[in-house]
């Protein structure tokens, strides 16, 4: 199944998507996603919406340098653990919305990601487990001011402005995270390329790891790492993150 959220006229609601395009089916669902759910009998066709990001994170949890190539490229070794970090809810925009450079940064970095939406409250979840604590997976782009990163020797401000972390399109329940590709394109050029088996740490390990730490709920979000290719975006541009299974994730770039 594919859970997304719109704004219609009728208001905001958690949908069920069926079909692809603007002819997409989007039938609302009771209360939310988590569980199984339970449908009003409203529908509407996706033209006649807007798609929102999926889902609205108590937190949104980041394991830094999962790619082996990403890590070389930012002049270290990859880590022997995950790197966790963090991104504040405010930050979660949904597809289309504009990602909005700060002035006080001069390079504002694309990180394109799979992301792991958590469906019920877990702790101390083994690897062998993490598919029972997840609800489904989507599409993220980690965005960075990376001069603010590098400024300050840890990574909360570069991470955290408003609009720096788009999700979306929606949420797919039936995903296989093991081995899909990821793209990142900016002006549909092709900036970064990978696939997910080649994350050093996979979804089981990072769900394990990040619980023994803290309290997973609902509907939070953990993104798995960019690949190698980062780089700058500027006003005027766009850029669009596809995971093969799930779709694409498209934002425009503008100054403050």
């Known amino acids: 199944m594919r859970l997304g959220r719109i704004a219609s006229p009728d208001g905001v609601a958690f949908v069920s998507v069926e079909g692809d395009g603007d002819d997409a089916v989007m039938k ?11 449908f009003t009998g409203r529908s ?8 929102l990001a999926p889902i609205l994170a108590s937190k949104v949890i980041c394991i830094g340098k999962n790619y082996a190539a990403h890590a070389a ?18 930050s979660i925009i949904g597809p289309e919305l504009p990602i909005v450079r700060p002035p006080s940064s001069e390079r504002v970095d694309y990180e394109g990601e799979l992301a792991i939406v958590i469906g019920r409250a877990c702790k101390d979840v083994k690897a062998s487990q993490a598919k029972d604590v997840i609800l489904g997976y989507t599409v ?18 570069g ?17 296989d995270p093991a081995d899909v590709e990821l793209v990142t394109e900016l002006d549909g050029e092709v900036k970064q390329r990978t696939r997910t088996s080649l994350m050093l740490h996979d979804v089981g390990e990072i769900v394990e790891w990040i619980s023994r730490v803290m309290t997973l709920l609902p509907g939070d979000v953990i993104l798995t790492g960019t690949p190698e290719g980062v780089g700058p975006m500027v006003a005027g541009q766009r850029v669009s993150v596809t995971v093969e299974g799930i779709g694409t994730l498209s934002n425009p770039v503008v100054d403050k």
């Open 44 to 51: 509407w066709k996706a033209a006649d919406v807007r798609i």
């Open 28 to 38: 609302e669902i009771a209360e939310h996603p988590f569980g199984t759910p339970t």
């Open 73 to 90: 490229e930012m002049g270290g070794e990859a880590p022997a653990d995950p790197v966790i970090f963090l991104k504040p809810n405010t």
């Open 140 to 157: 993220a782009n980690d965005v960075t001011a990376r001069d603010h990163q590098q400024a300050d020797g840890q990574w909360t401000r």
């Open 159 to 175: 991470k955290s402005y408003d609009s720096f972390c788009p999700l979306g399109p929606w949420i797919d329940t039936a995903f």
